[in-house]
């Protein structure tokens, strides 16, 4: 993917940052909760980039890496069931759809796990596998109501179709992903549909404001319907 402007919008305060200020702008808001808050409980800011993609995460320590893996999936993630993984200091805290056990356990709580300045490898799938970082960037004195929290994302990206450079690509041929022009808005991918039956049967996936995006049979997230779409313009 080419380099993109990539920005989020701060749920707080719901002013929009660059993606490389967005953790410094979060820190201020989440220092002032601590301060003013009178519950007692530990909650991480993680902060998971992907190229130009990015998510900030506040997370109970008495969530379980299960519960993290979940949210991973539901917004960024899930298409077939696949297994799973977190990797830290050695260690590999897996998910197996077909439940045969190994590894660590992923019921274990994120409190017991995380640190603060630590990073962890995750893995989504092992055959078109997903793999990115998670950096756990601060731990705070704080309670997350729900759990987990949606602190940012990165607003969807200014992807435009490779054919006519001028409009939002809405769909991606999975045959010329590697090769060639495989981003099409919806009049250009109408038109690929003639020359590409492969697209017309099976390989015209969306594009999605994800990782995943033209993986598998990955087609959106169920969290955050409104950034998980195609760029506006």
Known sequence: MEKLQSEGKCVYCEQKYSQSGMGRHLNTHLKKLEKETSVKGTAFHLYIPVSEMFLHLLV??????????????????????HMSAFKVKGK???????????????????????????????????????????????EYNLKVPKGILLLSRNEPLPILCHSCQKKPAVAICSVHMYEGECLFCK??????????????????????????????????GTIDLERDGVWKG
């Open 60 to 81: 109970n320590g008495t969530k379980t890496l299960g519960d993290l893996d979940s949210y991973l999936r539901a917004i960024w993630l899930e298409c077939c069931g």
């Open 187 to 220: 009049s250009c991918a109408k038109k690929h549909e003639k020359s590409c039956p492969d697209f017309e049967d099976y390989a015209n996936i969306s594009v999605v404001n994800s990782p995943r995006m033209g993986v598998c049979a990955y087609d959106g």
């Open 92 to 138: 590999e805290y897996a998910f197996d759809i077909d439940a045969t056990a190994f590894g660590e356990k992923m019921s274990q709580k994120v409190g017991k796990v995380f640190t603060k300045g630590q990073t962890l490898q995750y893995d989504y799938d092992y055959g078109s596998t997903t793999s990115f970082e998670i950096k756990v960037v601060d």
